[in-house]
């Protein structure tokens, strides 16, 4: 079986752990070995941003370092074992932002990224070479290897001004409020070697519970990967769960662009043209949606059991229609 995951960080790398239990795949099994399923995940770079002369792909490592073993499971980003000193020495030479958590473990991970960037290489190639030390087990793709940033638009007491998306969700907490959110460079990018025909080949494709806006909504606005998903069969679980998000500053990001905080509105944002299913928690039970077929379920993933009955129960409701036989 062939299965696609667009994939934002914390949520869409903790659903993505969960679906290769589902499938009975493990750490060290790569998308190139005999196996019975393959996934693909195109993984959100709206996030990136350069820091320091390094280029940094928060949700490309967040999923590699999950499904590699190199997570910091406390707070589900960055390294384990990490300690800080060149953030520290950093600061005392008055380098800002002082406000990014550039841990010295990952920072080896950005100094690889920048000498292949300086040697030519595209986000593609240069993120297939780092999950070879990783071996996730899935094939990650970046959206795009054309460079694209997430912008908010804001109004403070400097006045209006755009700031990039990481400025805003770690340094103002997202507080500030949002008058838009902007994806720069997404309308001429392309999407990356292998995204289209990835979604070409697919049986299924699975929406973890990423951000709809800033992760989710990253991938589809590069021109060409929102065309191409809607002819597939598309089940999505909700990152809402009773009016909020399940983490993060998710409400923020739906204010921003003039949606509702709710399962509902989320899935009607996304649109029934693309999703053909939507699990949410049961605590949104009785949620209807025209044209998508809703089902209610725990959503939490609060350990590696609940997880992975997530992920398989998304798969079965996107087997199931598709037509295929549930396994």
């Known amino acids: 079986m062939r299965i696609v995951v667009p994939a934002g960080g914390i949520g869409g790398a903790r659903f993505l752990r969960g679906l290769k239990a589902a499938l009975g795949t493990d750490a060290s099994t790569g998308p190139d070995q005999a196996t019975d399923h393959e996934i693909t995940v195109i993984g959100n770079t709206g996030d990136d941003i350069t820091l320091f002369g390094l280029r940094i792909c928060p949700d490309l490592d967040t999923v590699m370092y999950t499904l590699g073993g190199g997570i910091n499971e406390e707070q589900g980003w960055g390294r384990t074992d990490e300690t800080f000193t060149v953030k520290e020495e950093l600061a005392a030479y008055g380098m800002k932002p002082t406000w990014f958590g550039l841990g010295d473990r990952d920072t080896a991970t950005h100094i690889v990224r920048a000498q292949m960037i300086a040697a030519g290489f595209p986000l593609s190639a240069i993120t297939e070479a780092l999950c070879d030390r990783w071996k996730p087990g899935v094939r990650l793709l970046p959206m795009t290897d054309d460079q694209v940033e997430t912008h908010v638009v804001v109004e403070d007491e400097q006045g209006r001004r755009a700031i990039h998306f990481q400025e805003w969700w770690i340094k103002h907490r997202a ?23 990835a979604i070409a080949d697919a049986d299924v494709i699975l929406l973890p519970p990423s951000n709809p806006v800033v ?103 996107a087997l199931e229609l598709r037509g295929d036989e549930v396994r």
Do not use: F, Q
Request: some cysteine; charged content about 20%.
């Open 175 to 197: 507080a500030l409020p949002a008058a838009e959110i902007i994806g720069m460079g997404a309308d001429t990018a392309k999407p990356a070697p292998g995204v289209l025909r």
């Open 215 to 317: 992760s989710v909504g990253s991938i589809l606005g590069v021109p060409g990967i929102r065309e191409a998903l809607v002819d597939k069969t598309v089940v999505g679980v909700s990152p809402i769960i009773g009016g909020a998000p399940v983490r993060g500053m998710a409400d923020a990001c739906l204010t921003a662009i003039g949606v509702e905080t709710s399962a509902r509105a989320v899935a009607e944002h996304l649109g029934s043209d693309l999703l053909d299913g939507w699990l949410v928690d049961d605590a949104d039970a009785g949620t209807e949606v025209d044209g998508i077929e809703v089902r209610s379920r725990p959503l939490y993933m609060n350990d590696a059991e609940t997880t992975e009955a997530l992920a398989r129960a998304a798969l079965d409701l």
